[in-house]
């Protein structure tokens, strides 16, 4: 079983800045790929940010110059920076990773999304 366990969000002043963690745990052998995305208010949820295991990253337009996605492969967890917030960056953010994980079988890969974490940001 894998979990995935965010923290980090919370109400914040236009310009301001937040960090939001994800952490991944369980049985797990190696994460891939890592991602944030988020859903505003009445809109679907859509990809903010990704961290490939190699340190390769892609960014929604935009929060590109903004948000700074990060990771750490020995805690299997994933970081993003968001300077310069505004209004429109209100959303729930959830944390998603790609996992290859260890069963009794011998290895599994599976998708894992976090509970969701509320970022507000006032005008």
């Known amino acids: 079983q894998v979990q995935l366990v965010e923290s980090g969000g919370g109400l914040v002043q236009a310009g301001g800045s937040l960090r939001l963690s994800c952490k991944a745990s369980?049985?797990?052998?190696?994460?891939?790929?890592m991602g944030w995305y988020r859903q505003p208010p009445g809109k679907q949820r859509e990809l903010v940010a990704v961290?490939?295991?190699?340190?390769?990253?892609n960014y929604a337009d935009s929060v590109k110059g903004r948000f700074t996605i990060s990771r750490d492969n020995a805690k299997n967890t994933v970081y993003l920076q968001m300077n310069s917030l505004r209004p429109e960056d209100t959303a729930v953010y959830y944390c998603?990773?790609?996992?290859?994980?260890?069963?009794?079988?011998?290895?599994?890969?599976?998708?894992?999304w976090g509970q969701g974490t509320q970022v507000s940001v006032s005008s």
């Open positions: 369980g049985s797990i052998f190696s994460t891939n790929a």
């Open positions: 961290i490939f295991s190699g340190g390769s990253t």
């Open positions: 998603n990773a790609h996992v290859l994980y260890r069963t009794p079988w011998g290895q599994r890969t599976g998708e894992y």
